[in-house]
């Protein structure tokens, strides 16, 4: 993958790993945080050698949000024609699952990035908000739709219109957070987590994402009709074959991705 001025990619075995990496200024998302995020998550979506994606901050800042000395002198004219901020739907868009691992600040557009990822791992310090308000904004990356959905419109309100930030503790009360974990174990727990999926068939894992995100969108009544139609595709698939007969002959499936 080509070298990225805001970014670190590697692989670990099935699993693309990309650190934000803006340390100077709190891995602050700028114009090219997004061109080049975009970037690496469709060569990762598009490498069939990739099953999964961890996206990870620095210990202090998964990301401190939109880049404010970037965003300080835009009008609204150059916001609307530009469609600011419209670019990141790239990260939504991502098909294989994303895990986020934060640690320290995930605030306004940095929360709003890790909950456009499939599900969060906290570290111990990890601190979420919208504090967008204080600038006399609001969130602009998905905070007030995909946070009300994800804990609820009570606490959304209370973090959107307050600016406060929740500790992890409180993040995974609320049903932001997957798992907690200590600092030190972050980073190893969310690649294991994406190593387990990338082990999966990828059509099933594929799906199953795809599934769980109709929820947000669509009735439950269509949310179940579309749930039924994939998992009935599955079973034109060999590893819908192979996992079966793997558990009823009592050994491990040899999956092919077919
Ligand atoms: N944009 C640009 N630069 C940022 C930044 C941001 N969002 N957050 C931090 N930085 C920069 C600081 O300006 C500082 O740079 P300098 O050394 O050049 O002054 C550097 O990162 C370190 O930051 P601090 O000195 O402030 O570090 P701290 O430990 O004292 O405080 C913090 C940490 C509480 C996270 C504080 O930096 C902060 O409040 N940051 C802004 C948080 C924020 O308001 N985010 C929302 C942005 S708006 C948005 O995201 C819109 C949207 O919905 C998309």
């Known amino acids: ?8 990619t590697e692989t670990r075995g099935n699993v693309g790993l990309i650190t934000l990496n803006r340390p100077k200024a709190l891995n602050a998302l700028n114009s090219t945080v997004m061109r080049e995020l975009s970037e690496a998550l ?6 069939p050698s990739i099953g999964a994606v961890v996206l990870a901050g620095s210990e202090k800042a998964f990301a401190a949000g939109a880049d404010i000395k970037e965003m300080q ?18 990260v939504a868009a991502t098909r294989k699952p994303i895990v986020a691992a934060v640690s320290g ?21 990890a601190k979420f908000g919208q504090p967008e308000i204080t600038l006399g904004v609001i969130p602009g990356m998905g905070g007030s739709q995909r946070l009300a959905r994800a ?3 009570a606490k959304a309100m209370d973090l959107v219109l307050t600016g406060r930030m929740m500790d ?20 190893d727990e969310a690649l ?16 199953a994402k795809e599934a769980v995100n109709r929820a947000d969108e669509v009735t439950l009544a269509e949310g179940l009709r579309l749930e039924r139609r994939l ?10 074959k192979e996992g079966m007969s793997a558990f009823v002959e009592k050994r491990k499936p040899s999956f092919t991705n077919r």
Not at 177 to 185: G, M, N, Q
Not at 192 to 207: D, G, N
Not at 231 to 240: C, E, I, N
């Open 1 to 8: 993958m080509a070298d990225f001025e805001t970014l670190l």
């Open 192 to 207: 294991e987590a994406a190593a387990k999926i990338a082990s999966f068939p990828r059509a099933a894992v594929l799906m």
């Open 151 to 153: 804990v609820g419109k």
């Open 42 to 47: 469709k060569a990762f979506d598009s490498d």
């Open 73 to 90: 002198a835009v009008d609204f004219v150059d916001a609307f024609v530009g469609d600011f901020l419209g670019g990141w739907e790239a």
């Open 105 to 125: 600040y995930a605030l306004g557009g940095g929360c709003e990035l890790a909950m456009m990822c499939d599900f969060i791992i906290a570290s111990e310090t």
């Open 231 to 240: 998992f009935q595709s599955l079973f034109a698939t060999q590893d819908q």
């Open 168 to 187: 992890a503790a409180e993040a995974e009360r609320a049903g932001l957070v997957a798992r907690i974990v200590a600092p030190e174990r972050l980073l």
